[in-house]
C-alpha cells in the first residue's frame, strides 16, 4: 500500500458556521508516537456533539479545529509496536479530529472488524464515541462501576436492575447490550415505536417517556421489583432526560415513605449530559461523576473501560455474532467528506426537532425517502 501525501478535512474556522474542506496536515510514519495508527477512512459517523460543538463557542477551543469522532477505514501506517498490521480493516473513535480523508488516531479506542463477519465499514463505524460512552459510564469506577461484560453471561434471575433513560439513543443501544451481558437485566425508557426494537437489544423491560405516568410508572416496576436496583444511566434528552430521572426518584421515594418498607434507600445515578452540569438531585439518588481533580481529559477518560469496548469485548462479541450494531446505519447519499455537513445538520433536526421533521427532510438519506427506518446512525461513506 503505497503512502499518502494528500489529506483534506472539514475545518471548523469558528463557532456557528458550517465546516469548510481544505487540505490537511499528513503526518509521516516517523511522527507517530506509541499507540498510534494513521489510517484512510472509509466512513464517518455523526455523533450529537458535532452539531452541539459547531453551535457553541467553546473556551479553551482554539480555532480552526476539526470535528468528528467516529471513523472506519484501513490501516496505512502504525507504530513500531502497534498490535494492528498496515491493511487491516479497523474501526474506532477519537476525541474529535476525525472529519478528514486520513486521520491518526489511538489504537486503544481502535479494534479490527472481525474478518469472519459480514460486516462493512458503514456497519461499525456507528460505534465510536457512543460504545465508548455508555461503557465508561456504566464501568468506569468513578462513575456507576458496575461489573464488566462477558462472553457467556447468564442473566440470574435476582439479577440487578440497570434503569437507563433513553434506550433507544446510541450510548442507550449500547447501554442495554453492555449491562445485559455483564448480567443485570436492562429496564428503559423510550417512545413506545420502539419497545421492539429495545427488546431485541436485551431489555425486560420498557416505557414511554413521553407518558405523563412514566415515572410513576417506572417508579412502581423499581419498587415491586424483588431485585435491587444497581443504577440509572440518563443516556438520552439532555436536561429533560435528567428530570424524568429525577421524577422517577421522586416517585420511588414516596413509595418508600408510604409503605415504610425496608427498600434500597439510594441509588447511584450518572448521565451523559456532560455539558451542563448537573449537581442536585434527590436525596434518594447518589451522582457519580468524578470530581474536578480526576476528571480525566477526552479521550483518555474512556481507557480504563477499554476491555468492555475496542480492547476486547466489543471485537470479540461481534465476531461471535452475539452483539449487534445499534442503531443501524442510515447512509446520507453525498458521498466525502462533502456529504459530512448534511449529516450534521441533519443531526441538528433530529436533535432539536425529532425524527418528524428529519423524515420530512431526510430525502437525501439512502432507505430514507420519508420513510426513514429509526433508530439509525447518520453515516457518510468516503467517495
Ligand atoms: N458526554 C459525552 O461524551 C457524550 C458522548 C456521546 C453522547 N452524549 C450525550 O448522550 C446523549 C445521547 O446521545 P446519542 O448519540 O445516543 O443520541 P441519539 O442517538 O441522537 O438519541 C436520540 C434519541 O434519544 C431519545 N430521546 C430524546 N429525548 C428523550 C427524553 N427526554 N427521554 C428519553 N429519550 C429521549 C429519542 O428516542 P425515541 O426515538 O425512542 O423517542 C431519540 O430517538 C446526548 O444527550 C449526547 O449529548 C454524551
Redesign the pocket.
Known amino acids: 500500500m503505497s503512502a499518502p501525501t494528500l489529506n483534506r478535512a472539514l475545518w471548523q474556522d469558528q463557532p456557528h458556521i458550517p465546516g469548510t474542506i481544505r487540505d490537511s496536515k499528513l503526518p509521516s510514519t516517523d511522527e507517530l508516537d506509541e499507540h498510534k495508527i494513521l489510517i484512510k477512512v472509509h466512513a464517518w459517523a455523526i455523533?450529537?456533539?458535532d452539531y452541539?460543538l459547531q453551535d457553541r463557542d467553546i473556551p479553551g477551543f482554539g480555532y480552526p479545529i476539526i470535528l468528528g469522532c467516529d471513523v472506519a477505514g484501513t490501516v496505512v501506517a502504525i507504530s513500531p509496536t502497534s498490535r494492528f498490521r498496515i491493511g487491516d480493516r479497523v474501526f474506532g473513535v477519537t476525541a474529535n479530529n476525525g472529519f478528514q480523508e486520513y486521520v491518526t488516531l489511538d489504537e486503544r479506542l481502535m479494534a479490527r472488524i472481525p474478518d469472519n463477519s459480514n460486516l462493512e465499514f458503514r456497519d461499525t463505524v456507528g460505534f465510536g464515541?457512543?460504545i465508548v460512552?455508555a461503557a465508561m459510564l456504566l464501568f468506569g469506577k468513578d462513575w456507576l462501576n458496575l461489573d464488566f461484560p462477558s462472553l457467556g453471561v447468564r442473566i440470574p434471575k435476582s439479577a440487578k436492575i440497570i434503569l437507563i433513560?433513553?434506550g433507544?439513543?446510541?450510548?442507550?443501544s449500547n447501554a442495554i447490550q453492555l449491562v445485559t451481558a455483564a448480567g443485570y437485566n436492562a429496564i428503559v425508557?423510550?417512545?413506545a415505536?420502539?419497545f421492539d426494537y429495545v427488546k431485541r437489544l436485551g431489555a425486560v423491560d420498557a416505557f414511554n417517556?413521553k407518558d405523563p405516568d412514566v415515572a410513576e410508572k417506572v417508579a412502581a416496576a423499581l419498587f415491586n421489583s424483588e431485585c435491587e436496583c444497581a443504577g440509572i444511566l440518563m443516556?438520552?434528552?439532555?436536561k429533560?432526560?435528567n428530570d424524568?430521572v429525577c421524577k422517577v426518584a421522586a416517585a420511588l421515594e414516596q413509595k418508600q415513605t408510604q409503605t415504610q418498607k425496608q427498600k434500597q434507600k439510594q441509588i447511584n445515578f450518572t448521565t451523559?449530559?456532560?455539558?451542563d452540569p448537573l449537581d442536585q438531585v434527590p436525596e434518594n439518588l447518589v451522582l457519580k461523576k468524578p470530581d474536578l481533580a480526576s476528571f480525566k481529559p477526552f479521550p483518555e477518560c474512556y481507557f480504563d473501560t477499554t476491555t468492555a469496548t475496542f480492547g476486547g469485548f466489543l471485537p470479540e462479541a461481534l465476531e461471535k455474532g452475539v452483539y449487534q450494531v445499534a442503531?443501524p446505519p442510515l447512509v446520507v447519499n453525498k458521498k466525502g467528506l462533502e456529504g459530512i455537513q448534511e449529516a450534521i445538520d441533519l443531526?441538528r433536526l433530529?436533535?432539536e426537532k425529532g425524527?418528524e421533521a428529519f423524515k420530512e427532510a431526510a430525502v437525501n438519506v439512502s432507505g430514507a425517502g420519508g420513510g426513514a427506518v429509526?433508530?439509525a446512525k447518520l453515516v457518510v461513506e468516503r467517495s
Open positions: 455523533n450529537p456533539c452541539m464515541l457512543c460512552t433513560w433513553g433507544s439513543s446510541a450510548v442507550g425508557t423510550c417512545s415505536a420502539n417517556y443516556a438520552a434528552g439532555l429533560a432526560g424524568g451523559s449530559d456532560l455539558l442503531p443531526q433530529i436533535g425524527y429509526l433508530p
